[in-house]
């Protein structure tokens, strides 16, 4: 069953509980921590981009169209929005000789809600490389076009592209394809049902590869790490989960909120984690702005991979009135 992960808490009474799964491995996949239900089923939803764009690497669509690591790290997107987001996604298409009329992620306003506003009053309405997921639609468009697969259809299951995508995961997840549930994102593309503990294992696998993996998976998996290392800002974006992680602790993990609540975190091999570690979190009723945040980062911080005062407002947040005065507070429940 789940269990409660965070408190709302309004004057000194609790208000509301979110409750969930977490599950932390190591490098050797030996389960150090769990609340819940490590074997709960649920969808990988953005958490899986590392993994879905793997295969662009693996393909050499990404050297042939000249990709650089910072439109890898776009591969790996849940950006806002913002313009650096939006015309890194267009220069990745027009490399491959693509267009935004060739994506098919769909179209939303800006995360970032000052984009958004900005857009709203000069009455600019979005495209779909404004969607937080077009680098991830403009690498597959990329390597559909280096495969020679239908660009047409290149987000339906039975594409070729999808079909690679699915090998993939299964492999990172040590899990057979036909174990692997599939449900269509947000953005219309295929994603992945499994228990929690195989999407630690996915990110077990990417910061240190198996010995199993071929030499261009492996290579893989390094440029991956890299480029989401580097470019952090990329990720999501000036006021998103992974990039404000990210840039508290520089270098030492990178992190993929997936929606409906779900994060997974990959720890870089250190002193401390000799073979690294891989967190994954599912909140159970889906909420991405209070209980999600709140959770990772004191999560982080009990890893000793965050410092103890970094990023305030998250540890615990306030809860505010409308006024902006705050009234109480979301704390995590989460202790390992």
């Known amino acids: ?25 190591d490098g050797e996949k030996n389960v150090l921590s769990a609340i819940g239900d490590a074997s709960f089923i ?8 590392s993994f879905q764009a793997i295969p662009f690497i693996t393909s ?26 939006v015309d890194l996604a267009a220069g990745m298409l027009e490399k491959a000789g693509l267009t935004e009329a060739d994506l098919k992620c769909g179209t939303h306003l ?32 990329a390597f559909a076009m280096h495969s020679g697969a239908d660009l047409g259809t290149y987000d339906h299951v039975e594409n070729p592209i999808q079909q690679e995508i699915l090998r993939t995961v299964a492999a990172f997840a040590e899990r057979p394809v036909k174990e692997i549930g599939i449900g269509i994102d947000g953005c219309a593309a295929p994603n992945f049902a499994m228990p929690l503990l195989a999407m630690a294992r996915c990110f077990a696998n990417l910061i240190d ?14 440029r991956i790490l890299a480029a989401q290392l580097q470019y952090p ?26 929606a409906d609540g779900v ?15 891989a967190i994954a979190l599912k909140i159970e009723d889906g909420d991405d702005r209070r209980a999600r945040p709140v959770v990772a980062v004191g999560l982080l911080k009990r890893l000793g991979l965050l410092p103890a005062d970094a990023l305030p407002t998250l540890d615990p947040m306030p809860l505010k009135d409308r006024r902006g005065d705050v009234v109480g507070r979301v704390e995590s429940l989460a202790e390992i």
Not at 210 to 219: D, V
Not at 270 to 275: F, I, K, R
């Open 209 to 222: 590869p198996p010995a199993g993996f071929h030499e261009e998976l492996r290579n893989a998996c390094r």
């Open 60 to 85: 050499g669509a990404a050297d042939r169209f000249g990709m650089t690591e910072r439109e890898i790290a776009m591969a790996c997107a849940s950006h806002s929005g913002e313009p650096i987001h």
């Open 110 to 141: 800006p995360f970032d809600e000052f984009e958004a506003e900005r857009m709203i009053r000069a009455g600019e309405r979005p495209n779909q490389l404004h969607n937080n997921c077009s680098g991830k639609h403009a690498a597959m468009l």
């Open 1 to 25: 069953m789940s269990q409660p992960l965070a408190q709302v808490i309004r004057g000194d009474i609790v208000e509301s509980v979110h409750r969930g799964h977490l599950v932390v491995i």
């Open 263 to 277: 994060w997974l975190c990959g720890v870089i091999p250190n002193a401390e984690y000799p073979s690294g570690l």
């Open 42 to 49: 649920t969808f990988f939803r953005s958490s899986a981009k």
């Open 233 to 258: 800002e990329l990720i999501g974006g000036t006021e998103r989960l992974d990039t404000m992680v990210m840039q508290a602790a520089p270098g030492k993990f990178i992190s993929k909120v997936g």
